[in-house]
């Protein structure tokens, strides 16, 4: 068995790319045009969204997307803050192995310098094999996804089947990329039929979250590269205590195996939580306190705008948190969340959305904003669970 060079990927990100294609379920079935009148609603929608979330949000990008014009942030605002793709399942699956391979760059170097076992090949296809799988399952459950990490270009697979929206990988949010927001059509489709909402409502509603997302790395365009900096730490680290796995007797590896599947379908944390050490989980938890105030921030300005941009909003609401709460899924659904730790991301989405409403109340919604001034004002995952903490830290 040949090892690969130093620069080696842990990951065949290529292969997971076409693992992850291939496996992702197809849509709900609909007629060519009931499809081409998706895609041509929800790219409104998310161009619709723009003023809305600089509205409520009192936010003003520091980067826009090229050939934006600055001063129109002064007047009118721009007209968009992101390059919006409608995608289906398989694409969105294929686009994520390109924002995790941007997110993984280095990591094998930083491991390989450290004990000279560069990642052989062997390996590479096995993480492949097991991102794929993953991205696959998670491709039928998000709406919509802002990616900060990539930027536009090559090709994609439009919802319609037809036409091509591109979005392809790139480098960190910066100057002249604004970064990518993916619009999963089908999964739209699926929830507006199985939760019978208005379509046009909403659609709205969900750009609304993720213009949001778009918004926040635009006004702070540092957040991008500090997150992705936490995320090298923690991924080398998980990368570390794996390859001590490896090396393990096969009794402790199906112990420890067995340990952690048990932990997460009890809904006592993710797959990875229980291998992390006490300087991972740190880690991991100044990066969640940060993924929560960003979901929980979105969550609050898309309920924001009000019944006057979205009259159904709250019966979306209602029925949405109904959804989340796990109403209506199966038994295997029940246990695949919990497995792949999607019960913790559904928490940061309300405790976010807490904090977020504590400290508005606290110092008002220009208060709040000053959490984007640079990374020493977020909040801890303590202060998250503190609102008043933060406030006091940040605003004495």
Not at 245 to 267: L, Q, S
Request: overall charge neutral.
């Amino acid at each position: 068995m040949t090892s690969p060079a130093v620069g080696a990927p842990l990951v065949d990100w290529s292969a997971a790319a076409q693992i992850a294609g291939r496996v992702a379920r197809p849509g709900p079935l609909a007629s060519r045009d009931e499809l081409a009148e998706l895609v041509a609603g929800l790219r409104t929608a998310a161009s619709d969204a723009v003023p809305h979330v600089l509205r409520v949000t009192r936010m003003v990008p520091a980067v826009l997307p090229s050939g934006a014009a600055p001063g129109a942030v002064a007047s009118e605002g721009p007209t968009e803050l992101s390059q919006v793709f409608v995608v289906d399942r398989s694409r969105w699956a294929r686009a994520n192995t390109e924002v995790m391979a941007s997110l993984t760059d280095g990591v094998a170097d930083a491991l390989t310098g450290k004990d000279d076992k560069p990642v052989s090949a062997t390996t590479a296809l096995v993480g492949a094999a097991q991102v794929g799988a993953v991205l696959a399952a998670l491709s039928s459950r998000v709406l919509g996804q802002f990616d900060p990490y990539s930027a536009a270009g090559g090709s994609a697979d439009s919802a319609a089947g037809g036409s091509a929206d591109s979005a392809a990988g790139g480098g960190a949010h910066g100057a002249g990329n604004p970064g990518r927001l993916l619009l999963v059509a089908p999964n739209v489709l699926q929830l507006e039929r199985d939760l019978d909402l208005v379509p046009a409502d909403f659609r709205l509603w969900v750009c609304l979250h993720e213009q949001t997302h778009a918004l926040q790395f635009a006004a702070a365009p540092w957040l991008a590269n500090h997150l992705r900096a936490r995320a090298h730490d923690l991924l080398v680290g998980l990368s570390e205590s794996s390859r001590q796995m490896a090396d393990a007797r096969w009794r402790e590896k199906v112990a420890t195996a067995g340990r952690v599947v048990v932990r997460a379908v009890r809904g006592e944390g993710g797959v990875a939580d229980g291998l992390l050490t006490a300087d991972q989980k740190a880690v991991l938890e100044e990066v969640s306190g940060v993924m929560a105030l960003l979901e929980g921030h979105a969550d609050v300005m898309m309920d924001a705008v009000g019944r006057r941009t979205v009259p159904t909003v709250r019966r979306i609401r209602a029925q949405f948190e109904a959804r989340r709460d796990g109403q209506g899924s199966s038994t295997l659904d029940t246990v695949l969340r919990r497995f792949l730790g999607m019960d913790a991301k559904l928490a940061q989405y309300r405790d976010g959305a807490a904090f977020v409403r504590a400290v508005e109340k606290q110092v008002g919604r220009d208060g709040l904003n000053a959490v984007w001034s640079g990374p020493e004002t977020l909040p801890s995952a303590l202060e998250i669970a503190e609102p008043g903490a933060w406030v006091r830290r940040v605003h004495g």
